[in-house]
């Protein structure tokens, strides 16, 4: 019952500089399965403490999806994300995390949390072609209701 009262299904934790996400991830989601995601470029509130609008966001959600790059693992915002989401789930009993792999992560950007974070959690890796797109979207979706 709980659940319903969220403002967000989910909350997505991605860098800026990953195109993918407002180009794939958002139509995806929110256009054909209906969901709506909380996208920091677009829905955190202007004047507010950056960290005050990521612990508010989190909060609001149903689920947390982390989407993980280079750009991501580089990003000192977006592992603090990931930290702050891993705790919400710890001590709110919140749905387990949701990551997608978009690439590999190079060895000079895995930081320890990073690894440790990839080695306990089941993820989805992106594959950009043809064969596998539909069951991408489909392991996501799934993951994520």
Known sequence: MAERQKLYDVFVSYSAEDDWVLDNLVPQLEGNEGMKLCIHERDFQPGRLIIDNIVESIENSRRVLIILSNNFARSEWCQFEMTLAQKHVL???MEPLCVVLLEDIDSENMSNSL?????TTTYITWYNDAENIHLFWDRLKNSLI
């Not at 690894?115 to 080695?119: C, N």
């Open 91 to 93: 001590h709110q009993a």
């Open 115 to 119: 690894h440790a974070l990839l080695k």
